[in-house]
Each structure stands twice: as structure tokens, then as C-alpha cells.
């Protein structure tokens, strides 16, 4: 018989890794192509089924991350200030536009065909990549927001944008005028992450002090008394408790399960709906910086790169590790109820 848990193991390691920490990854939706920025200041668009690097740009500045566009072409955000379309094919590279401070997250909207960036410059801006070379053909909009931006994410027309002093607006990308809520995370702490649920009612959004919130849109009272937050990415040691930031979530496309990843160099598999943890993947030599599913769930590209939350400090190379998925890690588990007496 065999067994249900295969032996441990962090997956197959892709060659031609970055050089520095990995600030981002992400699967295409129409193949397995995975794009990766990094500090290095280079975006690698690999075939992670084949094992290849498929093409590289260099930026000016460490690369905050990084979006596809089709299959072969996609999307960054620079330390350099600068929004880029790059065209893997042709090896072309086009600036759409740039902020003031560092472009910190990128999104492409199929529903409303712009990319949107998000900066430490305090705004949001939404580029049409279908203008012409160059800022006033391509800008849709500017967007101030109350401070920093640390993390977007998109379901449908609906844009989740969390930023320092623990801020979350929430837009309808059809009227971009001013935000369809504003919130305030309900974690103490800075937010690290957000992610929608694929079924668009609501997100997940993680901290750096070993949290998670899942939150929902609809702000009636039946919904609202549906969020909850929950510990992870701890452990206890001598008595205390070492608590580490969790850096990524992603959620399966099939199941609407999710994985976190933290500092601690763990992935854990989470049922949202149950509340209940559904794995744990064996340790990865350092942090998980990112972590992304492939379109159909069967593959989970994790960065395993020290995010510097220590400092500066030897540390294991940085490394993307591409592992196949198996249904027992991220199927949710049939409630068991017990038998009523008749």
C-alpha cells in the first residue's frame, strides 16, 4: 500500500536562481511559466516544467515585483522609480511611466485591461500598457493613499490595497474615484500580504507578527461576524514564544484552500472555511519570501530567500523550489458529524 504522505521533500530546484533576495513569483495563468523579480535587479521568466530560463531583463534598481501580461510578456515594479512592460519574446523592454519613490506592487486587470502599481511614494496609478511609449499617453490615474503601499491584489474588479500604518482601501476598479471602503487591518501589527479569495467575497491579510486576518467584503452583520484572525508561523522555545512574519499567502485555484509562508521557513496549507491547519511542507533552508500555485493547482513555486528581518547575516543562498502538489495537502477535509441518536 502507499503511503498517503510522500517522503519529505522541498521540490525540485530550478536552475539559474536569482543572485539576491526574491521579492516576488508568480505562475502564468496559461502555462507553467513562472516570472521572479529580484534585488538582484533582474525579472526571469522561466519554464518551471522544463526547468529553464526562458529570459532575463536587467533594471537600474533591485525589482519589487513583477506581473504577467500573456504568457510571454508581463509587468515590473522598480526601486528605480520606473513601471516596465517587458516582451520576453523580442527581448524588448518599454517604461510605461514611473512615481516619485519606488514602485513597491504591480497587478494586471484582464477585467479592465491596465496595470496598476502601488508605491512608497503614498499613490496608486493605473496604466493603459495599450498607449503609446511614454507617461501622459499611458496614465489613467493617480490615487493618493494614506500611506505607503505595501501590497495589492485584484479578484474581478475589485482591488484590496493595504499600506504602512496598517491601512486597507478597497476599490471597484469601474470607478477608481475614491475607494468603495476603507478599513484599518484588524492585526496590530505592520501588514505584510494581501490576497483576495478566488470567490471574490473577501481577503486574507497577513502580518509581520505571525498572524493572518480573513476578511470579508459584504459589511453586513451576518457577513462581518464571519472574519477571524489566527496564529501561525510560531514557535515556543524555552517558554517563549518566537513569533515570525508571514511574508506570503496563495490560494489554490481548485480548492480555495490557501498557503502561508513565513520567516520560519515553514508553508502551511490552510481551510479557510474549517479553520483548520491541512499541512505542513518540510522546512525550507531559509525564509519564504513568495510563493505561488500554477493555474491548475498541481505545482507550488515557493522563494526560499532571507527577507533581511534579522539584518544582514550569513545566510543560504536564494533558491526557487517548484514542488508537485498532491490533493491531500490541499483539499479541504468532509466535516464528520456525529451520528445524532434517533
Known amino acids: 500500500m502507499t503511503s498517503v504522505h510522500p517522503p519529505p521533500t522541498s521540490g525540485r530546484e530550478l536552475a539559474d536562481p536569482p543572485t539576491d533576495g526574491i521579492s516576488n513569483l508568480r505562475f502564468s495563468n496559461h502555462s507553467d511559466h513562472l516570472l521572479v523579480s529580484s534585488w538582484d535587479k533582474t525579472v526571469r521568466l522561466y519554464d518551471a516544467s522544463a526547468n529553464v530560463l526562458r529570459g532575463e531583463f536587467k533594471h537600474g534598481g533591485a525589482v519589487l515585483d ?7 510578456s508581463g509587468f515590473s515594479a522598480s526601486a528605480d522609480n520606473n513601471v516596465r512592460r517587458l516582451v520576453f519574446n523580442y527581448g524588448k523592454e518599454d517604461i510605461l511611466g514611473r ?3 519606488p514602485v513597491r506592487c504591480i497587478e494586471y486587470s484582464y477585467a479592465a485591461g491596465q496595470v496598476i502599481t502601488g508605491s512608497w511614494d503614498k499613490t496608486l ?3 493603459d500598457p495599450r498607449g503609446a511609449s511614454g507617461q501622459e499617453r499611458t ?16 479578484v474581478g474588479n475589485r482591488l484590496v490595497v493595504a499600506t504602512a500604518g496598517r491601512h486597507v482601501n478597497v476599490y471597484d476598479l469601474r470607478n477608481m474615484s475614491q475607494p468603495e471602503q476603507r478599513r484599518e487591518s484588524s492585526l496590530k501589527y505592520q501588514t505584510r500580504c494581501v490576497r483576495c479569495y478566488p470567490n471574490g467575497t473577501g481577503y486574507a491579510l497577513s502580518s509581520v507578527e505571525g498572524r493572518v486576518a480573513m476578511e470579508f467584503f459584504d459589511l453586513s452583520e451576518a457577513s462581518q461576524a464571519k472574519k477571524y484572525a489566527f496564529k501561525c508561523h510560531r514557535k515556543s ?9 508571514v511574508n506570503a ?8 484552500t490557501f498557503a502561508t509562508g513565513g520567516c520560519d521557513g515553514f508553508v502551511n496549507v490552510w481551510d479557510g472555511n474549517n479553520k483548520k491547519r491541512l499541512y505542513q511542507y518540510s522546512k ?5 519570501a513568495a510563493l505561488s500555485f500554477s493555474r491548475d493547482g498541481r505545482l507550488l513555486a515557493v522563494a526560499s530567500s532571507y527577507t533581511f528581518e534579522e539584518g544582514d547575516k550569513p545566510h543560504e543562498p536564494d533558491a526557487i523550489f517548484i514542488r508537485g ?7 479541504p477535509k468532509p466535516k464528520v458529524y456525529p451520528n445524532t441518536p434517533a
Not at 237 to 245: C, F, K, L, Q, T
Request: charged share 20%; aromatic share 14%; glycine share 6%.
Open 125 to 127: 496609478k493605473c496604466w
Open 139 to 154: 496614465l489613467v490615474g493617480t490615487y493618493p493613499q494614506p500611506e505607503r503601499v505595501y501590497s495589492l491584489s485584484l
Open 284 to 288: 525550507y533552508p531559509t525564509s519564504v
Open 325 to 331: 502538489v498532491n490533493e491531500i495537502e490541499v483539499k
Open 99 to 101: 512615481h516619485d519613490a
Open 66 to 72: 513583477c506581473c504577467f501580461h500573456d504568457d510571454s
Open 249 to 256: 499567502i496563495a490560494f489554490h485555484p481548485v480548492y480555495g
Open 237 to 245: 522555545e524555552a517558554g517563549r514564544d518566537i513569533v515570525y512574519p
